[in-house]
Every structure is written in structure tokens, then in C-alpha cells.
T-cell receptor, first 114, second 113 residues
Framework: GNSVTQMEGPVTLSEEAFLTINCTYT??????LFWYVQYPGEGLQLLLK?????DKGSNKGFEATYRKETTSFHLEKGSVQVSDSAVYFC?????????????FGRGTSLIVHP | NAGVTQTPKFQVLKTGQSMTLQCAQD?????MYWYRQDPGMGLRLIYY???????DKGEVPNGYNVSRLNKREFSLRLESAAPSQTSVYFC????????????FGPGTRLLVL
């Protein structure tokens, strides 16, 4: 079945540092890939997505590229802010089986200090 | 456009009590989901409804039941609450299951004593 593996946290950075959160997946076919963000006390919300190989999703300074050859969808941001402190979830849907059920990683907590 | 709404926001139950968590979406989505979120466990799917009139078990369905009341509403029922059901519960919906973005509600924080 499908699976998503993302780096464990917490990731602790100083403001303006470069961020990478690794995400790799296992799925057949061509799933859609997502990054969701969860701020304290809230539900998850979409950060960015990519639906085919080599697509780059981007939003709010965050980027991730769908790499079919390495089955990866790493999240990056050039300069983080305190307001980026949150939990980030990598996820996938679809693929060859056309599953109705999204597969989520366990989440990576990001803490940004001033 | 409220998106996905959940009630209640917080609830404290005693072991053995029952309750229903309500979820509604106003985006005309076909598919709806119930998850629970526990520290270190990520999101775990309890039940889902791929379309109106259908429901299926997810990863952790024991102790729960669901009803897809209509296209908008999907409720989760705990018949006899247990301390192990203390968690944060999220409802989500999507327009085209397996392809599109999931939209999440704000969550219900449940404590079972």
C-alpha cells in the first residue's frame, strides 16, 4: 500500500534560516502530493501541492518539487519566520490504485526562534 | 462560505457516556472523513464516506459509528466512551476523492475521564 515517510522533529531554527523538511513516499502510478500545515489549536490546511512529476508547488515562500525518480517531495523555504512555527504534514492521494484514502506522514514540528 | 464546521469544540465525558460529533461542509464535496490525532501518532483515519450513501471503515474504527446524513453532513458517534478515545477529532472533506485537496474542520477536543 501507499506510505509517506517524513523526517521526525522537532526542527528548531533561528529566524531567517533555511528550512528543509524531507518527505519520501511509496506508491504505484502517479499520486498527487501535498504539504499541509497545522498551526496550534487549528485543523490542517493546504500549504502547496503537485499533481505530476517535476511539478513544483509553491505558496507563502515555501516550495516543493515532485521527484518521481527519487519518490520525494521535500519542503523548502529560504528564510523562515517565527510565524512559520507549526506542524507540517506530507501527504499523497491517488496513484495506480486510485485510493479514496489519503496517506499522511506523521508530521514534523517546526519551531522558529527570534 | 464557512468550509468545514465541527461541533462541539470541546467536550468532557465520563467513561461509558455517549456522544455524537457533528460535521458539515458547504463546498458541495462528495467525500468526507473522520480522523483522530494523538501525540506522536499523526492522523489516523476512523471512517470515511466516499459519496453520499456510503461509509467505510478506516484504520481505527473500533468504538465508533458514523452516519452520512446527506451530502453536507457526516457525524461520528461514540456509543460508550473510553479513556483511550481521548483525542482531537478532525473532520475533512474533498471534492474528488483520491485527487483533490482535503479541507479540514477546526477539530473537536475530547477528554474521557
Amino acid at each position: 500500500g501507499n506510505s509517506v515517510t517524513q523526517m521526525e522533529g522537532p526542527v528548531t531554527l533561528s529566524e531567517e534560516a533555511f528550512l528543509t523538511i524531507n518527505c519520501t513516499y511509496t506508491a504505484t502510478g502517479y499520486p498527487s502530493l501535498f504539504w499541509y500545515v497545522q498551526y496550534p489549536g487549528e485543523g490542517l490546511q493546504l500549504l502547496l501541492k503537485a499533481t505530476k512529476a517535476d511539478d513544483k508547488g509553491s505558496n507563502k515562500g515555501f516550495e516543493a518539487t515532485y521527484r518521481k525518480e527519487t519518490t520525494s517531495f521535500h519542503l523548502e523555504k529560504g528564510s523562515v519566520q517565527v510565524s512559520d512555527s507549526a506542524v507540517y504534514f506530507c501527504a499523497l492521494t491517488g496513484g495506480a490504485g486510485g485510493s479514496y484514502i489519503p496517506t499522511f506522514g506523521r508530521g514534523t514540528s517546526l519551531i522558529v526562534h527570534p | 462560505n464557512a468550509g468545514v464546521t465541527q461541533t462541539p469544540k470541546f467536550q468532557v465525558l465520563k467513561t461509558g457516556q455517549s456522544m455524537t460529533l457533528q460535521c458539515a461542509q458547504d463546498m458541495n464535496h462528495n467525500s468526507m472523513y473522520w480522523y483522530r490525532q494523538d501525540p506522536g501518532m499523526g492522523l489516523r483515519l476512523i471512517y470515511y464516506s466516499a459519496s453520499e450513501g456510503t461509509t467505510d471503515k478506516g484504520e481505527v474504527p473500533n468504538g465508533y459509528n458514523v452516519s452520512r446524513l446527506n451530502k453536507r453532513e457526516f457525524s461520528l458517534r461514540l456509543e460508550s466512551a473510553a479513556p483511550s478515545q481521548t483525542s482531537v477529532y478532525f473532520c475533512a472533506s474533498t471534492g474528488l476523492a483520491g485527487v483533490e485537496t482535503q479541507y479540514f474542520g477546526p477539530g473537536t477536543r475530547l477528554l474521557v475521564l
